[in-house]
Structures are given as C-alpha cells and as structure tokens.
C-alpha cells in the first residue's frame, strides 16, 4: 500500500514538473533602442547605407509543398511582404539613429553604396522573429558576416492599436542590429570611413566608363578595394559621372519611396495580423502542453493501476477490496486524462488552423501588393538599367573624342 | 589584272563605306524620346558621329548636350514617379485622418470598430520614409505635392535630437514655401513622436 502510495507521490511530482516546464514568458520585454548619435557627424564621413530586400527565407525544398509550410507557419506571399518590410523598419532605425547619411531601402541590384545590408528571414511569426544579417562596405570588408538576431515578441506592443503603431513588436532585432553595424563602424578611422565613400564614388564611376576610370582603384590578394589615385578635381568626365550619379540617388529614393508606400499601406493589416497569430500560437501551445501532460499522466496513471504488484496479504480482503478499488479508480481517471489529452489535441489543431485561415485571408490581401510595388520597381530599375547604358556608351564616346 | 580587280574591289567598299556614314544623318533624339524608350546607342547614331565635318570641340559639345539632355529627362521623370508616390502616400494619409475624425464623432463606431481605435498616420513611431529625408540634401528632390498649411505651432529646438536638428535647418534654409512647409511638418511630427518614445 506504502509502495503505491509513493507511485502516485512519483506522478503527481513529474505532472508538476512536466507543468512547470512548459511555463511561456509573455511579458513585455525590456525595450533596447539603438545608440543616437551624440554629436554631428562630419558630411565627409557619412556613410549611406543601402538596406537590401530580405531574402524571404522559404526554403526552396518545401516551397511547393503547402503542408510543410502550414507546420513551419510559412506562408510566402506574406514572407515576400514581409522581406520590404523588415528591410523598411531597418531602415527606420538606422536613419533614426542619425549616425548614418542617407538610409534607402533598394533591390539586390543596387551595388554602389558605402555600406550594404542584406538579410535573410529565418522565422516570422507575430510570436517571434529570427533574421540572418550580413553588412558590408564598398570597399569589401565585411562587418557582420551572417550574425542571427532573434527575439519573442514584445507583447507590450500588442496591447493596444496605439501601442502596436508606436512601437514594433521586435523593434529590439532592428535596435540590436543598428548597434552591431556601429560597434562595427567604431572600430574604423575617420580616413576609412572617407575611403568607403571614395571607393564607392570610383566603383560607380569605373562601371560607367570603365576605360576612363580604370587605374584609380586596387584590389589586393583579400580581395578588399582601396583608392591608388584620384581623379582630378577639375576632370569633366568625373563632373559628368558625379551628376549622373545624383540621378542614380533619384532611383534609389523613388524605388525606396515605392517600398515606403507599400509598408505604409500593409502597416496595419500586417499589424493586426501579428497579433491574431501571436494569441492563436500562444493558445495553440498552451493547449498542446496541456494535451500533453493530460496524456502522459493519464497514461502513466493506467500503466501504475494495471502494473504496480499486489501489497496486501492473500487473505487480506479489506486489503484486496480497497487495492481493487485505488486501481480501478486510478485506470478510469487515466483514461479520462488521456481523453481529455485528446481533445486538448483537438482544441490544438483548432488554433492551428485558425491561424492558418487568418494567414491566408491577410495573404489574399497583401499578394496584390506585393506584385504592384514589385512592379513598379523594376518598370522604374529596367527604365534607369537602359539608360545607363546608353550614358556609357556616350562617356565612352567623349573618353574618345577626348 | 589581278591587281586591277583588287584596286576596283577596294574602290567599290570605300565608295560604300562612304555612303554609308553619309546615311547616317538622323537627328539626336529628344531628350523625351530617351526616357519614354531605350535606344540602343550603339545601333542608334549620336550626334558626334552625325556630322563628319564637325570640329572635335563641336563634337564634345554635342555629346555632352545629348547626356545632359538625357539625364535632365531622366531626372524629370524620377521627378514625375516621386510626386506620384508623395500624391498617393497623402491620399492614404487624407483617407486615414478622415476615418479617425469620422470615428470620432461617432461614439458608437470608436467603441467598438476595428478602425475606430486607429490613431491617425502622424500618431505612428517612423518618420515617413518616403519622404526623401534619406536624402542628404534634405528636400532638394522632394515633392512639392502639399496640402496645406503647417496647423501645428512649431516647437523650439533646444531638445533637438541630431535627426530633429537636421530637418529643423533644412527647412529653416529651405526657401520653397511649399517645400519649406512639408519640412516644418515633418520637424513637428518628429518631435512629437520623439517624445512619446
């Protein structure tokens, strides 16, 4: 009778521990901002930054397979929203920060800048956000070489629609990766930082008129580009190459001015869609470990009344009543732990599949966005492509005549 | 006699290859025409080429009127896409601002609507990044596509953070009134949401 006693002592110290593990943190997460500049920087050594596109993330072995993306909670039109999205608050806090020059949000394709970041989405869900970053500088060096920045949700941000549009739920990742590139940046001179400016100046001029600018720059066994020479200050083909590459900026403004609508526009179904799926995932969770513990307890509940030996005597029938009576007591109430385990299951894939309902109405709505500003970007880099070419080839001409 | 032919075969291309550049008499293209379609400039003939008789100052000055004219049509119409977006970004703002004031007035809608609680698009944390604020020259490519006059009282600036500060001169030196109103704008935008974070 001792022995079974400790058995059930056993199982209701393992459905504790079972219970505590499975205890999620939902409180508002301690807010980390990124480092303001404290004094004006020098215009000279301000460096632009270029916040490519995210790289959606979808892994292209499951991209057909909708199940697969069901049970990773992917769902692409949402993640290709999802890649202008991230890159735009990036943005945002990089350019509030007021440590860097100008902040654009661009395509792959746009090379020419002093600094790069381009990144991958790893996990978006409105529960938690993971992302691999990559930053580097014109003249080759990399400064954050796929680092994984990840963090829950702050839920403070899902309280009110107020507090959702004054601060993102993972505004720490952004936060955290405008403080890595400075930490990166601190560790560079002032002169560096004037060469990234001047390699990227050069870089776009050699592309323009490869001939004429060649030999201004060197590119050592690393691979890492820096200036041999400078073209003179009163060189017309350079004035020429600098005031096409002011309208090189226009492009890069107006397709950021696209990405910055397009956020703009999906801001606030994005946000509310974010919510829904933190509460449906949280509810899913909650409910799948109490299935859990339900079931294993449940089941180890039938498994002691069935398997525990006999304690009592063989003519002891008060014994023998009452042990008869702990077991049978013990495998009805197993079984109804199991089955409420099963329902909770049930309860489980209930959510999963409000989310997933949730997720496919806010794709539906977000996918024609996506194709318009997807559109008009490469109308507007497929127009700027056509005329590049065409100002090389007339550079190439005056290098000529010249 | 072999010879002969030879000479009459030379003769006969460089009298073609003389008719040839002759051909090539098309005017430059407009500055219109190079952003509206791509031309292949290698296919298409430049003016430099057009004139044979030209001097090679002549001919530097007609290539470099030709980039000038193309790039001045190419940054009209990045002109043109800009204010575009600007028009659409304050319609979206027009209809956001209109929908809160209408749930607003209508206690019953503020209660309960989705969109009620939505504050108005100025509420939120990000300076409106299209803006062109990325641009160092703070408003220069801009769009002048305002509506109306700054409502709000500008603040002083002895709190200024350095991005507050930044657009607090560009619109101080921002001499079109237009221009110069959307910067003000801006600058009270951002320092009211500096303060809420």
Redesign the interface.
Known sequence: MGRSIRVVTAGAVFALLLTGCVVQETRPLPKINAT?????IP?DE?LDVAVHVFDPGVPLEIAKNEQALNKRRIYPDIRAAESRYVA??L??TL??S?QW?????CPENVQFVDVSVSGKIIESTGAKLALQVTVKDSSGRVWLNSKRYASSADTGSYK???AL????PFQNVYSEVANDMLTARATMTARNRRDIRRVTQLEFAQDLAPQAMDGYLFRDQKGLVSVSRLPATDDPLST?ID??R??D???V??V??????F???M??SYG?WRRASFEEIEKEQRTLNQARTRTYLGAAAIVASVFVPQQCGLYDYNCRRLETGVRTAGAISGAASVLSGLKKYADARTHALELKELSESFQNEVAPQVVDVEGRTLK?TG??E??Y???R???H??YL?? | MRNGVRIGLIAVAMGVAIAGRGCVTAPPPTAESLVAGAKDPAAEPTAAQSSPAQTPGERRAALDKQLNDSVGAFDAHLHEEQQKTAEERDARQATVSATTTAAADTPAASAGSHGGAQPARGDSKAPRAGDLKSDKSAGSTGSASGNGATATAIPDGNDDDIVARRIRKAAELETDPELKDKLWKEYVEYKKNSQVR
């Open positions: 303001q500049a404290g004094s004006e215009e301000l735009m608050m943005r945002g350019e509030n007021g020059g100008a902040v654009r949000v009110t629609d107020a549009k004054a601060r993102d020429r005031r096409i002011e309208s900026s226009g492009v403004d107006t950021n001015g696209y990405y910055a609508n956020t703009d526009q801001s606030n509310q507007l127009t700027a056509e005329q070419r065409e100002w080839e007339l550079l001409q005056m005549e010249n």
